[in-house]
């Protein structure tokens, strides 16, 4: 089945570390954007990629790196600089074809710790 | 800029009770419009979308209508389960541009 894989499920981070997220689709998606949700809140996006080689910054993108090599990958790093990066992660992508507008297409996320 | 409001929650409905979760829009055109739920846990799902006025979009018993002369696209269902507790965010976007999400619904259903 196509769909959106990321992982770890859950990653723990320590003081100065970077750590990278997974995120890769099998959907043939153009597009593919990373979100942050915490605790009882709504999506903020971080970065997001319309084609490879290419991204742009989302409204919180401090801290954040991203890289888009491959089509079908879009891995986030969380660098040191990010003094808060304990959140739910979502990855998405979507078709950006001509016709009527597609959905997003989401992973089941990754949660993130301090430890 | 475009935006999405949504009724603040949590929103507490006994089973079998009628759902209505409000979505109001701001947006320079007309743009597609989406449902999506969140279980625990879990990315968000597609629920239902509708892409111009007057459609109507359904599934799993959720419908909601595109209202363009209210800038509107409330979610509704007859009769809500115990499992349709999750979080339901309501979503814009324009063809070749970025989703706009809502700050989301919690709707917890009590048995």
């Known amino acids: 089945d196509g769909g959106i894989t990321q992982s770890p499920k859950y990653l723990f981070r320590k003081e100065g570390q970077n750590v990278t997220l997974s995120c890769e689709q099998n959907l043939n998606h153009d597009a593919m954007y990373w979100y942050r949700q915490d605790p009882g809140q709504g999506l903020r996006l971080i970065y997001y990629s319309q084609i490879v080689n290419d991204f742009q910054k989302g409204d919180i993108a401090e801290g954040y790196s991203v890289s888009r090599e491959k089509k079908e990958s879009f891995p986030l790093t969380v660098t040191s600089a990010q003094k808060n990066p304990t959140a739910f992660y979502l990855c998405?992508?979507?078709?950006?074809?001509?016709?009527?507008?597609?959905?997003?297409?989401f992973g089941d996320g990754t949660r993130l710790s301090i430890l | 800029g475009d935006s999405v409001t949504q009724m603040e929650g949590p929103v507490t409905l006994s089973e079998e009770a009628f759902l209505t979760i409000n979505c109001t829009y701001t947006?320079?055109?007309?743009?597609?419009l989406f449902w999506y739920v969140q279980y625990p846990g879990e990315g968000l799902q597609l629920l239902l979308k509708?892409?111009?006025?007057?459609d109507k979009g359904s599934n799993k018993g959720f419908e909601a209508t595109y209202r363009k002369e209210t800038t509107s696209f409330h979610l509704e269902k007859g009769s809500v389960q115990v499992s349709d507790s999750a979080v339901y965010f309501c979503a814009l976007n324009y063809y070749g541009q970025n989703f706009v999400f809502g700050p989301g619904t919690r709707l917890s259903v009590l048995p």
């Open positions: 947006a320079t055109g007309y743009p597609s």
């Open positions: 509708a892409t111009k006025a007057d």
């Open positions: 998405a992508s979507h078709f950006t074809g001509t016709g009527s507008n597609q959905p997003q297409h």
